[in-house]
């Protein structure tokens, strides 16, 4: 069996070795081009020059929960496409969200800018009953993410394509629900998959529906986000705040307004790592898996986009 | 039923029209020097007079966790003392602790600082399984906080005084095996109730036993802490850093090295507040079972201090 791996951005060494030990007997090389083909390909933002010259692949499996840069190229028809679906992320996604709902919630910031300007004060507490959490996608992240918030007690609700049912959260459902929900929502966390319909879905219109003193958390993808109403709407005051780990270009572009804004707090992509053991041993799980036609987790609906 | 409330810094108004309406036939007055006697009384902080004039009490109610500041005055010795049992506090306790230990994990304020500096920056991910958090004192607020740091899949070690059994807990107890709690411990979170036993308990010698990059997170007592050893260690670099929310005089005096110490972040005493609603209808509850002769949660045995 052989392995191909084209993954921009990522240091090849250990993961070829590293799928080499999960799969003994099996042939993993750096993908180049004019390389021979393969039967399998491990990939990350792959050129359309990889898919024209391994048209014969039977799987390929994305090295991160989000397949939208996959879904802008012509993919081999025949080939399943199998996205990562935690791997260590679902817990760093929930540590990411929690940590920046309760940094705003209990006003570490403000906190922290009294004790270092020497002066001790208190603030009065904030009711949690008037911070309800929206988390759109309720995926493996998504369902993870809703379940620690609970932990604090926040009102959770849940809005996603199909009918979701997650204990303790209040559920919402489909176009005819999003407006309930984003009124029903203080803080809104974005863990959508983007698709042509996700694309720009927090934009004005939307975000003015969140109840006053609104603050977002983008930890998706950049393009679900439009950025000068995100601004727009921080400066008006209808919202109170951003945390920000994805953006359209990335590296955020030196000139962005978002990295100077006093309301927004950003991290470099950095909410939930692929941890490269984890997610070799997923892989390589799934490899043989549909190498023995079984059932294999992940598979992307091209039709959906995820 | 007479009830006398004697809180220092506290508002009274809200507290004594609270348990009025708790209490239908109660009369709740706040005390003054030579007021007549009462059956309860609500207190935070008193000053020894006041129970000089009170020794007919029946039963004495501190709306807060630790009692450390009544453990020092002469109190009538028939009276019941019960401390708040929850009210609110765990839930707080649980996300100051966990935004205190994800930050440090995570390192959100180095890719703050990169960030704000204008630089895209990626960290190589730590390994949970290096970051051990230890929970001193498993009462209610630490069992509460030790959950919910399992929930992020930390390795988490409890120590008590005496065996507690918490699922997924690695349990220490008592003098003997606290020395193996340490060395077990990277990030130490003291819930402790202050005693003459646990007095200093955070001290250079048992802090130079916690995992090299050690943190210390200190929301029980600042008199359980040496703060010249913590500096110290901090300056050794054997500690990475530490979270501070309680002191040893507060507020926090203006010459106090803690104030501008680079790895050392402070908030004002606000890890867990009382939450006044919640604290009226636990204290009203209390009083009512005590007048029945039914079980009350939260009675201070004198002997141990807690």
């Given at each position: 069996?052989?392995?191909?791996?084209?993954?921009?951005?990522?240091?090849?060494?250990?993961?070829?070795?590293?799928?080499?030990?999960?799969?003994?007997?099996?042939?993993?090389?750096?993908?180049?081009?004019?390389?021979?083909?393969?039967?399998h390909a491990v990939v990350w933002a792959p050129?359309?020059?990889?898919?024209?010259?391994?048209p014969q692949l039977k799987g390929i499996f994305n090295i991160g929960a989000g397949v939208?840069?996959?879904?802008?190229?012509?993919?081999?028809?025949?080939?399943?496409?199998?996205?990562?679906?935690?791997?260590?992320?679902?817990?760093?996604?929930?540590?990411?969200?929690?940590?920046?709902?309760?940094?705003?919630?209990?006003?570490?910031?403000?906190?922290?800018?009294?004790m270092r300007a020497g002066q001790w004060s208190y603030r009065k507490p904030r009711h949690r009953a008037?911070?309800?959490?929206?988390?759109?996608?309720?995926?493996?992240?998504?369902?993870?993410?809703?379940r620690a918030l609970q932990m604090f007690e926040f009102p959770v609700n849940g809005w996603s394509r199909s009918v979701k049912t997650i204990a303790g959260v209040r559920g919402f459902a489909g176009v005819a629900q999003f407006d309930d929900f984003l009124r029903a929502t203080r803080v809104l966390v974005n863990l959508l998959p983007l698709t042509p319909d996700t694309q720009d879905v927090m934009n004005r219109e939307t975000l003015?529906?969140?109840?006053p003193g609104g603050y977002v958390i983008n930890v998706a993808r950049g393009a679900h986000l439009v950025d000068d109403d995100?601004?727009?709407?921080?400066?008006?005051g209808h919202l109170a705040g951003a945390t920000l780990d994805v953006f359209r270009t990335e590296p955020l572009p030196a000139e962005h307004p978002f990295w100077t804004h006093p309301k927004i707090s950003l991290t470099p992509h950095t909410s939930a790592r692929t941890l490269r053991e984890e997610s070799i041993a997923q892989i390589a799980g799934k490899i043989m898996a549909l190498e023995c036609g079984d059932p294999v987790a992940g598979i992307v609906d091209p039709e959906r986009g995820y």
């Open positions: 069996m052989k392995i191909t791996f084209c993954c921009t951005d990522t240091k090849a060494e250990p993961w070829l070795t590293g799928l080499e030990a999960a799969l003994p007997g099996a042939q993993v090389a750096l993908w180049q081009p004019g390389a021979p083909p393969a039967d050129p359309q020059q990889f898919f024209d010259e391994q939208d840069a996959l879904m802008k190229l012509r993919l081999p028809p025949q080939a399943t496409l199998v996205r990562l679906d935690d791997a260590g992320m679902s817990v760093q996604m929930a540590e990411y969200v929690c940590h920046a709902v309760i940094r705003h919630f209990r006003e570490f910031d403000g906190y922290e800018a009294d008037d911070f309800s959490v929206g988390v759109m996608g309720l995926g493996v992240l998504g369902e993870r993410v809703a003015s529906k969140l109840q995100l601004i727009t709407l921080l400066d008006s």
